[in-house]
């Protein structure tokens, strides 16, 4: 599903405005949705008839919540409304809505908090563009201190849209209501977790909108990549489905690069090879059966290696060392499909240029990343480390390498040089465990062996990763992802309908 920044949601808005739908039939519609959500989770916080306090900012966000007020109350709730500033200041459909509310007003700086069962926030919503202070941020201090059940409209107050990052002080709220599309700030951390269970209601936006914006960020589900996925054809053979071979360093190194080989053959490479040097094949051997293994000392051993055109996939980086040998590796793959992770990234600490010069004749490349390889990488480069965001941030590195770029971490970016992204928001906490990113690089190449383009690719492999994660469940070692990658494979075949 596409992400909407709230310039981006504004201009859905002002198009759907334009297109004939008068502002106030879609304000009309969302404090309907946020009614609706309410009288759901009502049963759960024991609100049924009893106490709703909705607070109202000054602008859209608080003509929802007047909205919301009025059919909660016509529906038999007590409701008790406040209000961020003065009646008199309101301005246009948020105005016209707080005329329809015939209840008291009450002033929101000094608004009691006893005996409330469910608190609508429709203070500020995803477009605040500044830090809370003052009276705003004292009342979501309160509410926040006070941990009554939170439903947010749109986004909970203080959480900025188009970064997730928190202005000041924001809610946590334990469902939020949004409209037509999420936000980023919904999927980026911290802003998923104040938002809490999300749901987006159709108020009538015009699909067309989004023909209009030609939006680049998405969230990693299915649907965004699920078209290019490589299914096996019942004519097709393991030498169609490509031969990845995985780099190894020297001996005291080995586990990284066996989990990204076993990963990309479980992913569905047709053949995996493992090429390491003499020192570490007793070790490969003795704990591999369906991988081969070769013999490989230096960079001109891999290129003799390479002159075998059937080996059209590198993961390079995975316990591969540290240094210019692991540089001059990777300049003798650039004709390749690759994967770079790990120690190779960390051999180009300070040097992205070079890296991406290094990238430059590759057809497909992913570098995947974690925030400290990241910074490393970046460092010196202030148009990457200094974007506003996570997202940003990758789609300034992605830019930079030319190369999609896979930055790892709860809530992991994938971004490809032309600007498009993904946020994935499947990954449970339990996946952060030595070894996990070897698994995601060898997912990342068992894909992009069988020919899949490398954002989809990139993206894939994270909801993958996150989905076998969620499969081996809490206590899970990094092996484990591999095995559960099984049953995952199956649902999404089924979804496929490729079983």
């Not at 990488?377 to 390498?401: D, H, N, T």
């Not at 190449?445 to 989905?467: I, K, R, T, Y």
């Not at 969620?470 to 049953?487: F, K, M, N, S, T």
Request: glycine share 12%; charged share 20%; with cysteine.
């Amino acid at each position: 599903m596409e992400l909407l920044t709230p310039a981006e949601m504004a201009r859905a808005d002002a198009f759907t405005i334009a297109a004939g739908v008068p502002g106030a039939v879609l304000m009309e519609r969302a404090g309907q949705a946020v009614a609706g959500r309410a009288a759901q989770v009502a049963a759960q916080v024991a609100a049924a008839g009893g106490g709703v306090l909705v607070l109202c900012g000054p602008g859209n966000n608080g003509g929802d919540g007047f909205v919301a007020a009025r059919l909660l109350a016509e529906a038999g709730y007590r409701v008790r409304l406040a209000l961020l500033g003065t009646r008199d200041a309101l301005r246009g459909d948020a105005a016209f809505m707080a005329a329809r509310w015939t209840g008291p007003v009450e002033p929101a700086e000094a608004v009691a908090l006893d005996g409330v069962d469910l608190v609508i926030d429709a203070l500020f919503g995803a477009g605040l563009a500044r830090d809370l202070d003052g009276a705003a941020r004292a009342l979501v201090e309160r509410v926040n201190a006070a941990q009554l059940p939170v439903l947010a409209v749109d986004l909970p107050s203080g959480i900025d849209g188009a970064t997730g990052a928190v202005r000041g002080a924001a809610i946590r709220a334990r469902w939020s209501v949004t409209f037509f599309r999420p936000k980023p700030g919904h999927v980026l951390l911290p802003g998923r977790l104040h938002a809490g269970e999300v749901s987006v209601a159709d108020i009538g936006i015009l699909p067309a909108a989004l023909d209009a914006i030609a939006p680049r960020a998405f969230e990693n589900v299915p649907d965004l990549w699920a078209g290019l996925f490589p299914v096996p054809a019942p004519e097709g053979h393991k030498y169609s489905r490509g031969h990845l071979v995985a780099v190894s360093g020297p001996a005291q190194a080995t586990g990284a690069t066996r989990l990204s080989a076993r990963a990309a053959l479980r992913a569905g490479a047709g053949l995996v090879t493992v090429a390491c040097p003499a020192e570490a094949l007793p070790i490969h051997a003795a704990n591999l059966s369906a991988i081969m293994v070769r013999p490989v000392e230096d960079a001109v051993g891999l290129a003799h290696l390479l002159a075998d055109p059937r080996l059209t996939t590198l993961v390079l980086g995975p316990g591969l060392g540290v240094g210019e040998a692991a540089r001059a590796k990777l300049a003798v793959c650039g004709d390749r499909r690759l994967v770079i992770d790990a120690d190779l990234l960390t051999s180009f600490e300070g040097e992205a240029d070079a890296l991406a010069q290094a990238l430059a004749g590759a057809p497909a490349a992913v570098a995947t990343p974690h925030e400290g390889e990241f910074a490393r990488v970046f460092e010196g480069c202030p148009q990457v480390l200094e974007a506003p965001s996570r997202l940003e941030r990758a789609r300034a590195g992605a830019l930079l390498l030319g190369a999609t770029l896979l930055l790892k971490g709860p809530d992991t970016v994938v971004a490809s040089p032309d600007g498009r992204a993904s946020i994935a928001a499947n990954a449970p906490p339990w996946l952060a465990t030595a070894g996990a990113g070897d698994v995601l690089a060898g997912i990342v190449g068992g894909l992009l062996a069988q020919g899949m383009p490398p954002f989809e690719a990139a993206s894939a492999s994270v909801w993958l990763h996150g989905e076998a994660a969620r499969e081996a469940g809490p206590g899970l070692v990094a092996d484990d992802l591999i095995e559960a990658l099984r049953p995952v494979y199956r649902r999404l075949f089924a979804l496929l309908g490729a079983v």
